[in-house]
């Protein structure tokens, strides 16, 4: 169950726990929206899905949040109703690693936003090895595809008629399963009933399988994962990636490997093997009228995963372009109130001074910036009480208006950007369809060229 993180020592804990190098899952935080009292994603419902593959906390935005932001790296902290995963290597990587920040607010966001945070527990506890394979002895079986949730989550039913769910980061990362599963469609697998995972078959092949496939000496496509000055990690398949050395990228020893070949592009590499008998990866001597082999697919009679000059099948497409965050909003919780209309109502207690018309209370009285101190011709108790049930009405007056500013200014702001994010999103929305179309008409000329 999640814990409540209702306190600044709670918060401290929370930081210590998220960077500890020691750490063995991912940590799931989940802000609730100023104003509510509970989280706008359904905990449980996540919590469900993941099991114990994760920690999970909730904490309320306001102070809280910003003593968060505070001991966090820069924008790596949760307020306003958002939510993301913390990996195990969060601390390791200075926080680069960590999961985006999911929005369950508006409500149209929900459902999607809850599929790609559930996503991105299952990644950070497969990259944590918190999933293994299917046990030994397990049976192969067949299931159907029932149904399809965009690109992130599918649902199988199995033969015996349980309903069962396919998560993408668990199957192939960074591919969506609608543009590899169809409903209807027969998928062969490996169900663990403890884990409640369901493997496909031949999902996470090893280089030999590769090797099987294609053989020595043939080009084919490889997808940069990620890049350095002397070294490329290369996807030949979602669960298989190979280092590739500078000198296996170009023959100049002065060259950085990452001007050469950009993450997340598509390249021709040839499989061959060394003189240590290992298979290795080669993108030297390939010339650009050479044949190229598809690549692999991921399910069999499937389609390449990879094309060259459009990358990862279905990745054409542009689902979300920002992630809208706004800066959180100060406005004092009721405990602070409290606190300071308390201090000021008992003061340096009910003072007494003589004037010429006899003696008089002291009594605080509400100032526009803050609590001032004034005096108050009050010869009696009653009257006090008086004054001081006036100070207080005026004081929540006073805090209630500048409250509701910032809310209408935040909410005029929001509009503002929300209008400017609209434009831009259409605007970046249509150059993707025109880089989209210019790439497929690359990867036609480059195919049509290779045919003559």
């Known amino acids: ?37 509970t989280p706008a994603f359904d905990v449980a419902e996540i919590e469900a899905s993941c099991g114990d593959l994760a920690d999970y906390f909730v904490i309320q935005t306001g102070p809280l949040t910003r003593e968060l932001e505070q001991q966090l790296p820069p924008k790596k902290h949760v307020f306003g109703g958002a939510a993301r995963s913390y990996p195990i290597d969060f601390a390791a990587t200075n926080g680069d690693s960590v999961g985006n920040l999911r929005f369950a607010i508006p409500a149209q966001l929900k459902s999607r936003s809850t599929q790609r945070l559930i996503g991105d527990i299952f990644g950070h506890a497969l990259a944590a090895g918190l999933i293994t394979g299917p046990k030994p002895g397990t049976k192969l079986e067949t299931a159907e595809v029932a149904n399809l949730f965009g690109a992130e989550v599918a649902v199988l039913k199995r033969t015996n008629g349980q309903l069962i769910s396919l998560n993408a980061e668990l199957t192939f990362p960074g591919v969506p399963l ?24 031949h999902q996470t092949p090893d280089l030999q399988t590769v090797v099987d496939h294609f053989g020595y000496g043939t080009v084919t ?11 490329a990690m290369v996807a030949l398949h979602p669960n298989l990636v190979v280092e590739v050395t500078k000198e296996e990228i170009t023959g100049n020893p002065k060259d950085v490997v990452e001007n050469y070949r950009r993450e997340g592009l598509v390249y021709p590499f040839r499989l061959y093997r060394d003189p240590q008998g290992r298979t ?7 010339d650009d009228d050479e044949p190229i082999a598809p690549a692999m697919s991921l399910l069999p009679g499937g389609d390449p995963w990879l094309e060259e000059d459009l990358g990862v099948i279905g990745g054409g497409q542009i689902d979300e372009v920002f992630e809208v965050t706004a800066s959180e909003v100060a406005v004092a919780d009721f405990a602070t109130v409290q606190a300071e209309i308390e201090s000021a109502l008992a003061g340096q207690g009910p003072e007494v001074v003589t004037t010429d018309t006899g003696s008089h209370r002291v009594i605080a009285m509400p100032g526009r910036d803050g609590i001032s101190r004034g005096v108050a011709s009050t010869p009696d108790k009653d009257a006090k009480k008086s004054h001081d049930a006036a100070f207080v009405t005026k004081y929540y007056g006073l805090k209630f208006a500048e409250a509701q500013e910032n809310l209408n200014r935040a909410q005029s702001e929001a509009q503002l950007y929300a209008a400017q994010l609209n434009t831009a999103n259409q605007k970046v929305s249509d150059l993707g369809n025109v880089i989209f179309e210019l790439r497929a008409n690359l990867s036609k000329l480059r195919k049509e060229k290779r045919s003559l």
């Open 221 to 231: 496509l490889g997808l940069v994962k990620s890049t350095d000055r002397k070294k």
């Open 1 to 37: 169950m999640a814990r409540q993180v209702s306190n600044s020592s709670e918060v401290t804990e929370l930081v210590a726990q998220i960077n500890d190098l020691a750490r063995k899952r991912p940590i799931c935080l989940i802000s609730i929206e100023v104003g509510e009292h």
């Open 178 to 201: 609608d543009h590899v599963l169809r409903v209807g469609q027969q998928v062969s697998g490996y169900f663990d009933e403890e884990q409640k995972l369901f493997t496909l078959e």
């Open 280 to 286: 290795r990866l080669s993108c030297i001597d390939i």
